[in-house]
């Protein structure tokens, strides 16, 4: 058995880092695997330099470094498995995620929007463009992959643009239309062409670019009959203006009836309420065109969101006044049936912001104007 | 006879395996000489596809290593992590259906020839 000096280990490994291996670990690996080599088959006094060359050589087919690029590959070829996994995970749990905040949205539970937009962010940001580059890789045409990419843009717009609806963010209405122009701009055509020319392909283009086409159009059809920023603010100003009546009204008006004043104390504590999550104030500055503020219709937020909070009982307390004010002024009580206050307190979550707004001010303007406040001002 | 290495290719990593599963734990060059011995010298496997197979199957976290010290140079002994262990069992079992596979299909093709 041949042995093998300091020296000599030394020389083998520089000559394996010379030819190219770069990875550390491959080099002890190779280096030990020589060495065995060597002391199992040279003879004592055998040359050591050439007994050498004639191993290493038999290790490779044109260089050393083939065996450092196949490891590399190896390793890569690893990613994709990890990739299809995290693809497959990040699939199912938005896709979990999703369906149990969508649950959670409909019967009103907290924690709904947190679920509801990692969902969203997980399955637009995670699975779709994994999966986009997993499909690539397995396709070497051109067309294929400008017609997967395409679609995966377009598919990230949708979800966005469903997640800014859902949450009242603003620029929903922009990637709607974004969705829209990708949608019938970009991957309908690059499909339709790719696909009419494959041979066999022609009938299935034509009926999936006309599913496509007519999926698009109803989309299309759907933003535009959302609420435009114009009924939005019809309904802003015809609620300030009610507001503004009232306030004239209040103005002309002395009475101290101890039950219209509490009742209209809890009104403004709830008008506040409302504002404060629509536009961060308690109140609609006098200038509020001046300061660009804008309330679009919405809920009302974690003030009303069960029979326990705040706003809630506020509007509950406000109910037993009104009833309490209705036995007093029999003749003129202030009618309440199908308005929100005629509602369950479990159910006043679910009112948009002007619903309630408008309902107390009506309110109000019913307590300003009863017949004896107004014989009281004669 | 001396087997082609495309026919090598797409088993070693199951022959690693069970190898493996079969004595603790082994470095590279006795894994070679393992092979050898116990094929009659029938199968030889390349450096150039042991040693990127045994770094692919260690960072898929099959294999787990530990380095010994032999004079100047070090030595890595590859031994199966408990997820390698069900692998190497699940390997095993499906190189065994493929080559039942292989013999049918191969069977066939020579009576209909």
């Known amino acids: 058995m041949y042995c093998i000096t300091d020296e000599q280990v030394d020389f083998i490994l520089d000559d394996i880092r010379r030819n190219g291996i770069e990875m550390e670990d491959l080099q002890l690996n190779l280096l030990d695997h020589i060495c065995c080599i060597i002391e199992q088959n040279l003879e004592d006094d055998g040359d050591f330099e050439d007994f050498y060359r004639k191993t290493v050589r038999q290790f490779y087919k044109k260089e050393l470094r083939e065996i450092e690029a196949e490891t590399i590959q190896l390793l890569t070829f690893k990613n994709y498995y990890a990739m299809r996994k995290t693809m497959i995970v990040s699939g199912t749990l938005s896709a979990g995620i999703f369906a149990l905040g969508s649950i959670f949205k409909v019967m009103h539970w907290p924690g709904a929007a947190v679920m509801l937009v990692l969902g969203v962010i997980f399955f637009s940001f995670l699975f779709l463009p994994l999966m986009l580059l997993m499909k690539i890789k397995e396709t070497s045409l051109v067309s294929d992959k400008l017609v997967m990419s395409s679609a995966t843009l377009t598919g990230i717009c949708f979800c966005l643009a469903c997640m800014f609806t859902v949450q009242h963010w603003p620029g929903a209405t922009n990637l709607w239309y974004a969705t829209v122009g990708l949608s019938f701009f970009v991957l309908i055509p690059i499909y339709f062409f790719t696909g009419i020319r494959r041979e066999g392909g022609k009938v299935n283009a034509i009926v999936t670019t006309t599913l496509l086409t007519g999926a698009t159009a109803c989309l299309f059809l759907m933003i535009n009959t959302r609420p435009s920023y114009r009924m939005q603010e019809v309904k802003m100003y015809s609620w300030l203006q009610s507001e503004q009546l009232l306030q004239r009204m209040q103005g002309a008006n002395t009475d101290t009836d101890k039950l219209a004043a509490d009742i ?106 009863a017949p004896h406040t107004l014989v009281a001002t004669k | 006879m001396i087997y082609s290495t495309e026919l090598i290719k797409g088993t070693l990593k199951t022959i690693v395996l069970k190898l493996l599963a079969d004595n603790k734990r082994m470095y590279g060059y006795e894994i070679t000489q393992r092979v050898k011995e116990l094929t009659f010298d029938k199968i030889q496997i390349s450096e150039g596809a042991l040693y990127p197979t045994l770094h692919a199957l260690e960072s898929e976290g099959l294999l787990v290593t530990e380095v010994e010290y032999i004079g100047k140079r070090v030595r890595k002994y590859y031994s199966l992590s408990p997820s390698g262990k069900s692998k190497s069992k699940e390997k095993l079992s499906e190189l065994a259906d493929f080559i039942e596979t292989m013999k049918l299909l191969l069977d066939l093709k020579v009576k209909t020839a």
Do not use: C, W
């Open chain 1, 264 to 369: 209209n104390r809890i009104s403004m504590q709830i008008k506040s309420l409302v504002l404060q999550n629509a536009i961060g104030m308690s109140a609609m500055p006098d200038d509020f065109e001046r300061q660009g503020i804008f309330m679009e219709e919405g809920n009302t937020g974690p003030a009303f969101k069960d029979a326990q909070s705040g706003g809630t009982r506020l509007i509950a307390e406000l109910k037993e006044k009104i009833k309490q004010y209705n036995a007093q002024h029999s003749t003129a009580p202030i009618p309440v049936a199908h308005t929100a206050l005629d509602a369950p307190d479990n159910m006043v979550g679910r009112y948009s912001n002007y619903t309630i707004l408008n309902t107390i001010t009506q309110l109000q303007l019913y307590v300003v104007s």
